[in-house]
């Protein structure tokens, strides 16, 4: 057997015997609980109020289930120009690159060259003494030479540090994409919190219009008893002061307004002055009668942030393996192919050729302990990336648990605040009645109104923070945005 076959058999069989060094990552096992609720803690739906459907969870497109046209075209300009998307989607596109450029050192690296030197060449370095050739004018002789050649080299991966780097990059790809996702679900959430805010405080505003609009009545009507013989000038000016005051709270009321458009502008991508109209009723708005809410197994294989973590953790067993292969030989195989010659005409010429195979081993001796060091701390993120795992799932499963349970509380607040509205309602009619007739003051009116604001103002929260609740759980629960695959990683 010639020694070229046998050089050929040999690298096959070191190929071969290469083997991955470091852990496998193994996907964590889902929880195997059912539920959110603690043990006596699950608590029965109040009639007319949402009500969370254990499943699959909520699609992509959450917010269509309020039922406003005019907020899906909001949520969708977004997505679509946020500034925070787009440069968390080029950083994800980033990272897919990354993916090629790494696994691009697994194949072999092909270089080309080309040199156009001018020499001149030291006869004494070579054992020529000048003076035995009495006729050549010039010592040392200059010339050209003209170069060119190529080479491949490769890197036979032993012990597959290059295939940890890949599988490594690979998972930071994932990582970036479960971020990105969770970047749109946070957006379009945002987006519905600044909806519904402008939509709450337009309802305050109805309401405090619709108090002054009594108070004009009451200005009136106490002026006319004035005028009448039946009442004061105290009476009259306390209503006028109470009307002043009440008109004073309204340009309160749509400074939040105001700062809700702006933030829904930067939102959207466009200045405050492009944002377009926004006069958001909550009355327009559907409050969805089922909920669908992703059951704990399913939840921890959707929800973005548990994945992103889920990625980081496989890139750190990753890196235990690229650490890992640092502490032992790699070998590198190789061949050169070079064409030379004194004019252009000459290259390519078999009688000016040069050529070299070659094999390289590199192994690590004494690096003062820094290898072995490296390793550890590989490990110890990995651990550090488990347990941050573990964390994001229980905080999770908390905020799961804690929506769930405030779709109950929402509910009974809202009916409370009905009650609420009725009675004091009931209570303005009859001390109005009464001060017609004289039977009481006006302040006795004036505080019946006060009553009946507050009780409207809280009614009108009561329902905001109820929708405000259910698109929360949503956030909480759906899968968000999905883009492209991250590329598979090669074993």
Same mark, same amino acid.
């Given at each position: ?267 959207? !991508? $466009? *200045?405050?002055?492009? @944002?377009? &109209?926004?006069?958001?009723?909550? #009355? /327009?708005? +559907?409050?969805? %009668?089922?909920? =669908? ?27 235990? !393996? $690229? *650490?890992?292969?640092? @502490?032992? &030989?790699?070998?590198?195989?190789? #061949? /050169?192919? +070079?064409?030379? %010659?004194?004019? =252009? ?41 488990? #347990? /941050? ?103």
């Amino acid at each position: 057997m010639s020694n070229s076959i046998k050089l050929s058999v040999l690298i096959a069989a070191i190929a071969l015997a290469g083997c991955t060094v470091g852990p496998n990552f193994a996907r964590p096992e889902a929880p195997a609980s059912n539920g959110y609720a603690a043990t006596g803690d699950a608590v029965r739906p109040i009639a007319g109020g949402p009500h969370a459907t254990l499943g699959e969870g909520a699609g992509p497109r959450w917010w269509q289930a309020f039922g406003s046209a005019q907020l899906d075209a909001l949520v969708d300009k977004a997505i679509a120009n946020n500034n925070s998307l787009a440069a968390s989607n080029a950083t994800l596109e980033r990272a897919r690159e990354q993916i090629r450029a790494v696994a691009g050192k697994r194949l072999p690296q092909i270089d080309a060259n080309a040199r156009i030197e001018r020499e001149q060449v030291n006869l004494q370095a070579f054992g020529f003494d000048s003076s035995a050739f009495p006729g050549i004018s010039t010592k040392n002789p200059v010339f050209n030479l003209y170069s060119v050649g190529g080479g491949v080299s490769y890197d036979l991966d032993l012990f597959g540090r290059n295939r940890r780097k890949l599988e490594q990059a690979v998972a930071i790809a994932e990582a970036q994409q479960r971020q990105t996702e969770a970047a749109h679900l946070t957006i379009a959430g945002r987006v519905v919190e600044q909806v519904l805010i402008i939509a709450t405080y337009r309802a305050r505003i109805a309401v405090a219009e619709a108090l002054l609009a009594e108070d004009q009545k009451l200005v009136d009507l106490t002026d006319k008893r004035r005028i009448a013989g039946e009442g004061t000038l105290t009476e009259v000016t306390n209503v006028q002061a109470q009307l002043a005051a009440d008109r004073d709270d309204i340009p309160q009321l749509r400074q939040p307004i105001d700062e809700a458009r702006h933030m829904l502008a930067t939102l959207t !991508g $466009v *200045a405050p002055d492009a @944002l377009g &109209p926004t006069d958001f009723d909550i #009355a /327009t708005f +559907t409050l969805p %009668a089922d909920v =669908p809410v992703a059951i704990p197994a399913t939840l921890v294989r959707k929800r973005p942030d548990i994945l992103q973590a889920e990625a980081d953790l496989h890139a750190s067993t990753a890196a235990i !393996g $690229v *650490a890992t292969a640092e @502490l032992y &030989p790699n070998i590198s195989i190789g #061949a /050169t192919l +070079t064409y030379a %010659a004194g004019t =252009p005409g000459g290259l390519f010429s078999n009688d000016l050729k040069g050529f070299d195979i070659f094999g390289g081993l590199t192994a690590p001796i004494f690096h003062g302990g820094t290898l072995k060091a490296q390793q550890r701390m590989a490990v110890d993120d990995a651990k550090a990336k488990a #347990a /941050t795992y573990r964390q994001t799932i229980l905080e999770a499963f908390q905020q799961v648990a804690d929506l769930l349970s405030a779709l109950q509380t929402d509910q009974r607040a809202l009916v409370n605040h009905q009650d609420s509205v009725a009675i004091a309602g009931r209570s303005r009619n009859l001390s109005r009645r009464s001060f017609q007739v004289g039977n009481s003051g006006i302040l006795t009116v004036l505080d019946s109104e006060r009553l009946y604001q507050r009780a409207q103002l809280g009614l009108v929260d009561a329902r905001a923070k109820q929708f405000l609740n259910v698109a929360r759980l949503y956030v909480a629960t759906a899968g968000g945005w999905t883009g492209p695959a991250v590329i598979a990683a090669t074993p």
